[in-house]
């Protein structure tokens, strides 16, 4: 349904074009949850912004294909991105007080892309706002249609805004860390709430997130990046059950245990390097406990492995590397 191809995005600076999104691809499939996953700094939400036509024109620069139902949106007008942004493809983000207009009523919020997009009548566009406001779980949606958003809790904030993007019945869904500053509790309804938007509309999921266990909970197949670009993707459960990627099989061992209730037992030591700052040969080299000669040279490619798996390390180069890495891993 989705495909982005060689997407490309930089920006000006003081110290000339930054790529922040390099030689990114992928595609998603009519109904499906892809996660991308990443730390901050990363380029993931830079990849949803461009495919949103959001990116700045003045200091930003999209290149590549992002191929929606037939129609590059990289090169798709202002015009056309307005009609498609809100309609056929919705977002939500982190912090639902962002993109909710404190000025405006839920009701009015609500039914605006009713409004704009459909044309719909004052009243056809409320009634409609009611039945999304019950479908997300928010009770006495009558009355909250005349609240304004400081009136209501973070977690019937992010509702709000699930209800807002659903209700044109988008063919693809952006949410970028959707429940990241949610309690437990809110966090796991959310979740919920959208695998069951996801099952009953068919509204394919691109989740953004930081969280390996919002993945497993709702993705099926993911996508890793690391300093703009992508070092790992394949089926949730290949990836999780055989990560190949260092980068990848450190996030993995960075999940607490739910069972055992344990802390994080390891984090990875180091930052993702800041855009531009970016040194000949893998990224990930300065955190690699697996680094070789060869790795501060030359960038690896993104290679295909087993069972659609892809990954992006010099490991994998030949066989006899992935045997070296198979048994440092399992030592
Ligand atoms: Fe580590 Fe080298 Fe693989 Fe990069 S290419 S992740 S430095 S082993
Ligand atoms: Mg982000």
Redesign the pocket.
């Known amino acids: 349904m989705i495909e982005v191809k060689d997407l490309q995005t930089s920006f000006r600076t003081d110290n000339g074009e930054i790529p922040v999104v390099d030689s990114v691809s992928f595609h998603i499939e009519p109904g499906e949850v892809l996660g991308i996953v990443g730390e901050s700094g990363c380029g993931k939400s830079v990849t949803s912004l461009s495919i949103m036509g959001l990116v700045p024109t003045n200091t930003g620069k999209v290149q590549g294909k992002i191929q929606f139902k037939g129609e590059n949106l990289a090169t798709a007008s202002e015009a056309r991105m307005r009609k498609i942004r809100g309609n056929e493809i919705a977002m939500i983000f982190q912090e639902p007080m962002t993109s909710l207009n404190p000025l405006f009523t839920i009701g009015e919020q609500l039914t605006e892309s009713l409004r704009i997009h459909r044309k719909w009548n004052k009243k056809q566009a409320r009634a409609r706002a009611i039945e999304m406001m019950k479908l997300v779980g928010l009770g006495r949606a009558e009355a909250l249609m005349d609240e304004y958003p400081h009136q209501l809790s973070g977690g019937m904030r992010q509702r709000v805004m699930i209800a807002m993007a659903m209700i044109c019945e988008p063919e693809l869904l952006i949410a970028d860390e959707p429940t990241t500053t949610l309690d437990v509790t809110i966090q796991a309804q959310i979740l919920e709430l959208m695998k069951k938007l996801n099952r009953e509309t068919n509204t394919a999921i691109m989740m953004i997130t930081h969280d390996l266990g919002v993945v497993a909970e709702m993705c099926q197949r993911m996508v890793v990046m690391y300093a703009g670009k992508i ?1 790992e993707e394949g089926d949730v459960s290949t990836v999780f059950q055989s990560p190949k ?3 990848t099989v450190g996030l993995i061992q960075s999940v607490p245990d739910m069972r055992e209730k344990k802390e994080r037992l390891y984090s990875i030591p180091g930052q993702v390097p800041k855009p531009g700052s970016q040194k000949l ?12 000669d ?3 040279s030359e ?2 490619p993104l290679q295909p492995f087993n069972n659609g798996q892809k990954v ?6 030949d066989r006899k ?1 992935a045997d070296i ?1 198979d048994s440092a891993i399992s030592s």
């Open positions: 070092v990627h260092p980068y040969g893998c990224q990930f080299a300065p955190r690699c406990t697996h680094a070789m060869r790795c501060l960038a690896p992006r390390c010099w490991l994998y180069g590397g890495y």
